[in-house]
């Protein structure tokens, strides 16, 4: 199963301005997870138009009625994957280590896994966030962190101004995951 994965879109309006290249580069999936702060209920249509999409709330998006759009958090299971999903995680944190031009990430005490599953109410296997806008793919205590970055406001910005999306793969409870930086 190939899954398209995207976050803080903040496209107002229609959202028929998300990039074209963000389309191109989700075709042939067979679900979109959108990690929130989409601003208009808009994206997700236009987004339905190439996979199903299922999404979590941002701070600024619109309350939607249905199944879609969640609160806070969800938990999708695929292929034998359970996939948690939330807008702002919180961490991990950049934190400077002995360099100051190195840094590493920094995560809450104790367990991972059972801070996690008391977050999303069971285990989880991947966590997919945004927020940051800040791409960035780690693992927590065998958990699999991901976050897409932005495809419209990234914290880098490339020759062509647009930033990233993510693509996750499951095969039989195994999973890859790559960063797909959009070009238009």
Known sequence: MKIGLISDTHMAGSGR??????LRSFEGVDLILHCGDLECLGVLD????????????????????GDRLANTTRVVTAGGVRI??????????????????????SFPPGSGRELLARKFGQ???????????????????GVLLVNPGSPTYPTR??????????????DH????????????
């Open 157 to 170: 910005r490339r020759p062509n101004g647009l930033g990233t999306i993510g693509l996750l793969e499951v």
């Open 46 to 65: 236009l987004l339905e138009t190439v996979a199903p999409v299922l999404a979590v709330r941002g701070y600024e998006d619109p309350v939607e009625a």
């Open 123 to 141: 285990p989880v296997d991947v966590v997919l966030f945004g927020d940051t806008h800040q791409e960035l793919v780690c693992w927590y205590d």
């Open 84 to 105: 948690g999903m939330v807008h702002d995680i919180q961490w991990p944190t950049p934190r400077v280590t002995t360099s100051p031009d190195a840094t590493s990430l």
């Open 173 to 184: 409870g195994l999973v890859g995951v790559r960063l797909v930086d959009v070009a238009d």
């Open 17 to 22: 301005g998300l990039p074209s290249a963000v």
